[in-house]
């Protein structure tokens, strides 16, 4: 793994250093749009709508528009906030861990202690084992400013980003507001079905069956020669070629010896068209004249 940040957490006068790892990754099998009557790739241009010019990630600003006008802001502007400068993980507050609603997790982190002595990491790690007690932080990270929580997992510190209160929705759904009569009975014979199912939940027992049969759908279609050649039908990715298409010495010479030869061949066409349109008309000259 690569880290993504560095910074120290900070709680009172102590101060932990660590580097930032993402905890979790995707493994759903990429797909791409393509026409469906030649397989051809599907692009997305980001075109300037004043210029027309398609623009490089490398010259894309962020902007805020309030209706009649619109401020531009610049990654130096962006960097330039005081709370975007800051590396540090500041302890808010050490709360019990029972009291955090799931619901609030967005993003994971793991953890890694970041210097020659991992002591103060390890007394954080341990004190939060022994009080069963989550640390609430506050930091900025990748332009937000975060709250999140601060806990064990596995024998490592994990990083677990929360929602604002704000961005958590109110469930209002009328059916429930209705008084709904449930007997004894019903609840006894829906217990029983909820201990029918009872058991341990171990992830590792489950896996995405959607991925699975793409995968294998994918592999039959291989298997079958249910294929078009990559290279000549998608073309080189904009994502490796960083914003545009990259191309070889040799390619990229034999495109441009092809491109000339059309454009010698175009011209020749041109010429050989004016050339025979010349010698039509001196001919119906010719003729008017004798008639």
């Known amino acids: 793994m690569r880290s993504i940040w560095k910074g120290a957490i900070t709680f009172g006068l ?52 309030d209706g009649d006008k619109t401020v531009v802001i610049t990654d130096a502007d962006l960097k330039a906030l005081p709370e975007e400068r800051s590396r540090e993980i500041d302890v ?18 793991f953890l890694e202690p970041d210097g020659s002595s991992p002591k103060a990491y390890v007394l954080l790690l341990r004190t939060l084992e022994q009080t069963d007690r989550t640390a609430i932080v506050h930091f900025a990270l990748r332009q ?35 008084t709904v009569k449930i007997s004894d009975r019903e609840l006894d014979l829906s217990a029983a079905l909820v201990d ?43 994502e490796e070629a960083g914003g545009g298409e990259v191309l070889d010495l040799m390619e990229a010479l034999r495109r441009s010896v092809d ?6 061949d175009e011209a020749t066409a041109a010429t050989t068209t004016a050339e025979s349109a010349t010698r039509a008309t001196k001919k119906k000259s010719t003729a008017r004249k004798q008639a």
């Open 196 to 238: 029918s199912f009872a058991d341990d939940f171990t992830p590792g027992n489950y896996t995405d069956e959607y991925q699975a049969q793409l995968r294998r759908l994918i592999e039959e279609k291989l298997a079958k020669g249910d294929a078009i050649d990559t290279e000549a039908t998608f073309g080189h990715s904009e």
């Open 92 to 109: 808010v507050e050490f709360v019990p861990s029972g009291q955090l609603d799931p619901i609030l997790f967005d993003r994971s982190y």
């Open 259 to 264: 491109r000339s030869r059309s454009g010698r």
């Open 14 to 65: 102590v101060n932990v250093p660590v580097k930032v790892y993402s905890a979790t990754e995707d493994h759903d099998v990429e797909l791409h749009q393509v026409h469906d009557a030649d397989g051809g790739r599907i692009r997305y241009q980001r075109r300037c709508e004043v210029c027309g010019k398609i623009v490089d990630y490398a010259h894309i600003d962020k902007a805020f528009t």
């Open 144 to 178: 937000k400013t975060r709250l999140a929580a601060l806990r064990v997992r596995g024998g490592v510190l994990m990083l677990q980003t929360l929602l604002w209160d704000d961005e958590v929705r109110v469930a209002e759904f009328p059916a429930l507001e209705q």
